[in-house]
């Protein structure tokens, strides 16, 4: 795929590179924003590095020393594990849900909606326009337990009568769902968009089942857009902490809340920069063996 | 064809991760020596009053915290009233809405001993408290607040991180109690009844502040919030980890729990007098219990944090609000507890039903039942609240 991109590009290969200033404008573009990514990024990443092995026998009012306390990371994992396990079992499920959604949708939209495209492209897009929040306490509403819509599955025996959505692990998984899944839809549709029907075409001349071609000729061209969009969808839902905050109750916290509430209510600076740091770690790991798994040499 | 980006790869984001990991350490260095404590003192941060060259005050407040006019919504008369009277312009701003967040916002600047451009803030006991014990907070002249000595509820008096009244003084107080919707539920008196009747279950909510809801727990065990032990507080933490193992209590909130009470969603909880009265007036089947075993009594407190610039000007604000009649047209708005005496006999005049409501001018009955929690230090209070954050699930 590499070289047919490099070959297909129509680029002439590189000339011998000229002096003077051409040879650092590269340089001189990726200025603005490699700094902006060191300021914004760089220091306070380091600083919550730092901060994450403060010795933990501080506060805020005799201020922390910096003692490489490296049993904070133990520490919290032995305090937080279930949330850590809980964040990544709600995003997956999240996640494979969305995908169920996202799939069919993303290829309806590249491939059969004709003219109706762009609309509905818009339509994907349309609820982003309001806020993350707005968005989220709308789900609290269409959800309320004397709502129009736990009335009717409590009135078809699909929920006990005293059963209910909101507060439940559902709802957060729910929420994840419907927040993120513009994000895993729009590579997705970016991808098949690309997708060439007439090599559908070849793949039922050679006799292919339509499972076959979609297994050999859709599923691998739409592997960018899928990897990309798995990405983007994965890693903000597993760090997300409003819907688990919003639709569930403590026993569906996730490690979201729990960092915001190190910050925040309890002053655990060390703490709550660990768990950070280890959201990271988790995410990335998570991150290198998906594309290990996809076996996709490209990530974007 | 468009041309396309050369593709990310694996060994792309792997050399981009190790690079990143480098600039960490290097970064690390800048951090690695720790952070200097927050304290400050009397004598390492003096504070300057411009007061006798600007006549300026920035008054920060929670929102719906002052009576506006029914009107036209951009007005408050007790506010503009001050302003005419004094020549003070007030710059008034609602930018306080929770009190972590709110000191999240100052607090670099407060322990850097520098200016937050804020004259008054209003914060709760707690965090009245700790900013006390931080040094943050300036000393006010008792001569310039005569109507505070004079007004202020004996109940408020003397509190434990102010004993001299004059750090912190109320702006309005409330009490933490019980509420329940008398549309989806049937009475309730105790909190006994809220952590177990199972008709309850799963439609409970308690406050995430936890000196509220444990006040409350400590008190239905015989306990006395306002002087408790470990041990005690460790008693009353399982009772309410049972309840939420069980599922009884659904959640735990912050204001955001009166909509929820008013749907029905929650059939009662552990909540604030001034919502619930709120929700009374649009619903009167929604109803705040005093527990007989003992009700919190919480205030919001006006403070003047240190570097602020217009402190004869706070003072003068302060001792403005603590005139009766004053504090009458605020409380006949706000429908908190009123701190200030005399405000319910000016009050006959505006409303003798609001007058008449223990919930804005407690009777004896109900202020022999509240509490004020118990004054912690900084590692008491970090152990609490370690403790209650994981009952509560963060």
């Known amino acids: 795929m590499t070289l047919l991109a490099r070959t297909g590009s129509g680029e002439p290969p590189p000339s011998a590179p000229r002096p003077g200033r051409h040879r650092l404008l590269p340089y001189l573009l990726l200025l603005p924003g490699a700094a902006w990514l060191l300021i914004f990024f760089g220091v306070p990443l380091a600083q919550l590095a730092a901060a994450s092995l403060y010795d933990p026998s501080g506060s805020l009012s005799t201020g922390y020393a910096m003692t490489w306390a490296f049993g904070n990371y133990p520490d919290v994992v032995q305090a937080y594990w279930p949330q850590f396990l809980r964040s990544f079992g709600y995003a997956g499920l999240a996640l494979v849900l969305a995908l169920l959604l996202g799939y069919p949708l993303a290829y309806a939209i590249a491939q059969k909606a004709g003219r109706w495209k762009n609309l509905l492209l818009v339509c994907v897009v349309a609820p982003m326009f309001t806020s993350f929040l707005v968005r989220t306490l709308a789900w609290k509403t269409i959800l309320s337990d004397n709502g129009a819509l736990v009335g009717l599955l409590r009135d078809v025996h699909l929920l006990a009568p005293d059963g209910r959505l909101l507060a439940t692990p559902f709802a957060v998984v729910l929420g994840l769902t419907y927040n993120f899944l513009p994000f895993l839809v729009l590579p997705l549709y970016a991808s098949l968009e690309r997708l060439d029907p007439r090599l559908l075409e070849a793949a039922t001349d050679l006799y292919a089942s ?8 859709t599923l691998p061209l739409s592997m960018p857009g899928l990897v990309a969009g798995t990405l983007l969808f994965f890693i903000p839902a597993s760090g997300d902490y409003i819907n688990a905050e919003l639709l569930g109750t403590p026993n569906e916290y996730m490690i979201g809340n729990v960092i915001d509430s190190a910050f925040l209510v309890r002053l655990d600076y060390p703490q709550g920069a660990a768990l950070s740091f280890l959201l990271m770690a988790a995410i990335l790991a998570v991150v290198f063996g998906y594309l290990r798994r996809a076996g996709t040499e490209e990530v974007l | ?33 720790g952070t200097n404590g927050a304290q400050q003192t009397e004598a390492g941060c003096v504070s300057e009053d411009l007061s006798g060259t600007e006549k300026k005050l920035a008054f920060a407040n929670w929102p719906q915290y002052m009576d506006v006019d029914e009107k036209d919504e951009s007005k408050r008369p007790s506010l503009d009233e001050f302003i005419t009277k004094t020549g003070i312009q007030v710059t008034y701003t609602e930018d306080i809405n929770d009190n972590n967040e709110f000191f999240g916002k100052v607090q670099n600047q407060l322990a850097a001993c520098q200016s937050t451009d804020r004259d008054i803030i209003v914060l709760t006991d707690w965090m009245a408290a700790r900013m006390i014990r931080l040094g943050w907070i300036q000393k006010l002249d008792p001569a310039n607040i005569p109507n505070v000595q004079a007004n202020l509820l004996p109940s408020l008096l003397n509190r434990p991180f102010d004993t001299e009244n004059r750090i912190s003084i109320p702006w309005q107080s409330g009490l933490a ?12 008196r105790t909190v006994d009844e809220l952590l177990t009747r199972p008709d309850l279950k799963g439609k409970v909510t308690a406050l995430s502040e936890m000196r509220d809801t444990m006040g409350l727990l400590l008190g239905s065990n015989g306990h006395d919030p306002a002087n408790f032990t470990a041990a005690q507080f460790d008693d009353a933490l399982n009772k309410l980890k049972k309840a939420v193992d069980s599922g009884q209590i659904r959640k735990f909130t912050g204001n955001d729990y009166a909509p929820d009470l008013a749907k029905g969603d929650i059939a009662a909880c552990i909540g604030w007098s001034g919502d619930v009265i709120q929700l009374s007036g649009e619903d009167e089947k929604v109803r705040f219990v005093a527990p007989d075993s003992g009700v919190m009594l919480y205030s919001d407190n006006m403070m003047v944090p240190n570097k602020a610039t217009h402190k004869s000007n706070a003072e003068a604000l302060i001792n403005y609000y603590y005139e009766p009649a004053v504090a009458a047209k605020l409380a006949a708005y706000v429908n908190y507890i009123c701190p200030v005496k005399g405000a319910q006999a000016e009050m006959e005049k505006i409303d003798p039903e609001l007058a008449a409501n223990p919930l804005i001018f407690p009777d004896e009955a109900l202020l022999s039942k509240s509490k004020v929690f118990m004054a912690l230090d900084e590692k008491q209070e970090r152990e609490y609240e370690g403790k209650f954050q994981q009952v509560i699930g963060a």
């Open chain 2, 177 to 188: 109690g019980l509420a329940y919707n008398g549309n989806v539920t049937k009475e309730l």
């Open chain 1, 210 to 217: 339509p499972a076959q071609a979609f297994r050999r000729v």
């Open chain 2, 1 to 33: 064809m468009r041309t396309p980006l050369r593709p990310l790869s694996r060994r792309g984001l792997l050399t981009g991760t190790l690079g990143s990991a480098a600039l960490l350490t290097m970064g690390g260095s800048l951090a690695g020596c």
